[in-house]
């Protein structure tokens, strides 16, 4: 899933913050705006992929990219194996079992 999108949340942070200090107002409204746009877009395929969920994993899924974060990020800043951050639901319930 990672790497069907072109653009990603994380991406789009690299992208502008050297432009932000920079870019007039509107600019920076219509950054906001492509985020918010991809991040939905992330929601939307990761819940067509995800393991099946349950109502409450959907509504702190929902929340956590509501509050602006991508699903490919945890808040308890878990990596896999890898090195690589968890999604969401995974970090979620690795961090619920420690």
């Not at 992929?49 to 929902?62: A, Q, S």
């Not at 308890?76 to 961090?95: A, K, S, T």
Request: contains cysteine.
């Amino acid at each position: 899933m990672k790497g069907e999108l072109s653009v990603t949340a994380r991406n789009l942070d690299k992208e502008y913050v050297s432009e932000r200090s920079q870019a007039p107002e509107w600019q920076s409204h219509e950054a906001k705006l492509l985020r918010k746009a991809i991040l939905r877009k992330e929601l939307k395929e990761y819940l067509m992929v995800i393991d099946p969920l349950t109502e409450n994993e959907k509504k702190e899924l929902r929340e956590w990219v509501r509050a602006g974060n991508s699903v490919n990020d945890n808040p308890y800043l878990l990596c896999n194996e890898y090195g690589w951050p968890m999604d969401f639901i995974n970090g979620c319930r690795v961090g619920a079992d420690l």
